[in-house]
């Protein structure tokens, strides 16, 4: 399967950028407010319910064999970017506010990525039926281990109540067990329909962001977010994001990792699933905060794509050979 590379010029970069300006202008209200809520929840468990189909029951199963290899991402994701979240937590307040702090601990306490994590690994010619099951992973152990870490290190910012967690196993692992029991009966139509999972991906994403942005701004998102925190919020994104690739490409060099493997240990291990992180939000942090709380997890988001997105094309240009054979017959 041949991907697209996201760029400047990518449309859904453009309309995750653009998002927080309209919901800025124009903030859903009253019904509309429900209707979009309504539609965000049923558009997250569809997201779900493709990604289970679209996964072959073979690949998951190869990827639980390479049980060191999983421990190892799983370790930089829900270990490592913890360390680094509490780290975080501790800049000057006259630098970063609590609450913003707070939303990078949030962020450094998801799953990683899906869908870019393998579009990216696909692209630089590392092992994607690795990548798959790496990310499927995290992300079936993350509803889990997401809340968990976040009674854990977020205490009072988080209120987390047997329907808080009901409502992340219906919206994410219910849908997605769903998907692998109909994968034989629907791997026909997503292999011709490939679009259809991108389609629900971008939008399930679009549709949560305008949303919580939209909470945001009612409840006075910018009054309390200056243009300073913003900056300073997207320094010490891009500050987080350097110091996680540099570790994670270091770890794989230590580790003697084959050059497609490493790959994905970059790209599984570095990223941050918005996809699982946004509705999860929405369930763990008070409403009238949640657009705060989330600030940092979209900031973060954009950048990451851009600079993965910029890593891949690099190693794709100095991929050998033969690993440009073998990504390109490789199934996805």
Not at 30 to 59: E, N, Q, R, Y
Not at 260 to 267: K, W
């Amino acid at each position: 399967m041949r991907f697209r590379l996201p760029g400047f010029l990518d449309p859904f970069l453009l309309l995750l950028i653009a998002l927080p300006l309209v919901a800025t202008v124009l903030p859903a209200r009253g019904g509309t407010a429900d209707a979009l809520d309504t539609a965000t929840i049923v558009a997250v468990c569809l997201l779900f319910f493709l990604h289970g189909a679209k996964l072959t029951p073979s690949d998951a199963k190869a990827g639980f064999t390479r049980w060191q290899f999983q421990l190892v991402v799983l370790a930089c994701t829900f270990i490592v970017f913890p360390l680094l979240g509490i780290a975080i937590v501790h800049l000057p307040g006259s630098f970063l506010s609590p609450v913003m702090a707070t939303g990078f601990l949030f962020l450094a306490i998801l799953p990683s990525t899906v869908q870019s994590s393998i579009a990216f690994t696909s692209i630089a010619r590392g092992n994607v039926a690795l990548a798959v099951s790496s990310a499927s992973i995290s992300n079936i152990l993350g509803v889990v281990l997401t809340p968990l870490l976040a009674g854990m290190l977020l205490g009072s910012s988080v209120h987390i109540t047997p329907e808080s967690l009901l409502g992340i196993f219906g919206e994410l692992v219910v849908p997605f067990v769903a998907g692998q029991l109909l994968h034989s009966r629907l791997k026909g139509f997503l292999a011709r329909h490939r679009r259809v999972v991108t389609v629900v991906d971008q939008g399930s994403v679009l549709l949560v962001v305008y949303a919580a942005f939209s909470i945001g701004v009612t409840q006075g998102l910018w009054t309390v977010v200056p243009p300073a925190q913003l900056g300073a919020v997207i320094a010490v994104s891009v500050v987080l994001l350097a110091v996680v690739l540099g570790l994670f490409a270091g770890l794989g060099r230590l580790m003697r990792l084959s050059r497609e493997d490493a790959i994905v240990l970059l790209f599984c291990g570095s990223k941050k699933s918005q996809v699982s992180g946004l509705p999860m939000a929405t369930l763990l942090f008070p409403s009238a905060q949640v657009g705060m709380y989330v600030l940092p997890l979209m900031i973060f988001h954009i950048i990451q794509l851009l600079v993965c997105a910029t890593l891949a094309n690099r190693f794709a240009r100095h991929a050998p050979e033969s690993a440009t054979r073998e990504t390109a017959a490789a199934p996805v």
